[in-house]
């Protein structure tokens, strides 16, 4: 069964602090995977789209680690700030048959607080 | 601001009743998606529609339908309601109709159900 599972389901840090946030699935066959920031109340806005052959991409202080062997994906946010506080989804999108179409298994995010 | 508009942005209704959400894609898309979140849960994927076509389906209950009009905009109804279907509503759009694209969200609608 095709699954997304993040981890911790809840953060709290300091304003200036590091953290990781943890995405393993069991889907198959991978097509790509995706990093979410959803504030509360609002939409989804992309930060990184990763596929099968990168193992790193960045969007600011945003850092996404990517290894297919052991289906897992990180999210390194770097020197947080108060605007940090969000959710933040996993998303792996599966190939769904020989063709071009494409099923995306969402996680159930992170909910990330950023303190002063 | 992401360019995807969806009407309206609260809506409070009792059970049994019918409602319309209203989505306008980005300028130049022609898919729209429409998902259902509902308190603490993850997005929950509907129904997709390219250029006037259905294109994908998920989890829609057949209380619910949607269209997509020959202007690209879109509409869910959602009818009989019930306490359950109390949930944000977003709709996303993008450029071509494989879910791989990047897909753009609206702001979303607030569904009461009382």
């Known amino acids: 069964k095709n699954q997304v599972e993040q981890s911790p389901q809840s953060l709290i840090i300091l304003e200036g602090k590091n953290c990781t946030l943890q995405c393993n699935y069991t889907v198959s066959p991978f097509s790509n995977l995706r990093w979410y920031k959803q504030d509360t109340g609002r939409g989804p806005v992309s930060l990184t789209i990763m596929t099968f052959s990168e193992n790193t991409k960045s969007n600011g202080r945003y850092t996404a680690t990517l290894d297919a062997d052991t289906k897992q994906s990180s999210l390194h946010i770097t020197a947080s700030q108060l605007s940090d506080s969000a959710s933040y989804i996993c998303v792996v999108s599966a190939k769904v048959n020989a063709g071009n179409n494409r099923k995306l298994i969402w996680g159930l995010g992170t909910s990330l607080a950023v303190n002063p | 601001d992401s360019g995807v508009t969806q009407t309206p942005k609260h809506l409070i209704t009792a059970t049994g009743q019918r409602v319309t959400l209203r989505c306008s894609p980005r300028s130049g898309d022609l898919s729209v998606y429409w998902y259902q979140q509902s308190l603490d849960q993850g997005l929950q994927f509907l129904i997709q529609?390219?250029?006037?076509?259905?294109?994908a389906k998920g989890n829609i209950l057949e209380r619910f339908s949607a269209q997509q009009f020959p202007d690209l905009h879109s509409e869910l109804n959602l009818s009989s309601l019930e306490l359950g279907d109390s949930a944000l509503y977003f709709c996303?759009?993008?450029?071509?109709?494989?879910?791989?694209?990047?897909?753009?969200f609206g702001p979303g609608t607030r569904l009461t159900v009382l």
């Open positions: 529609y390219y250029n006037g076509e259905e294109r």
């Open positions: 996303a759009s993008s450029v071509a109709p494989l879910t791989d694209n990047e897909q753009f």
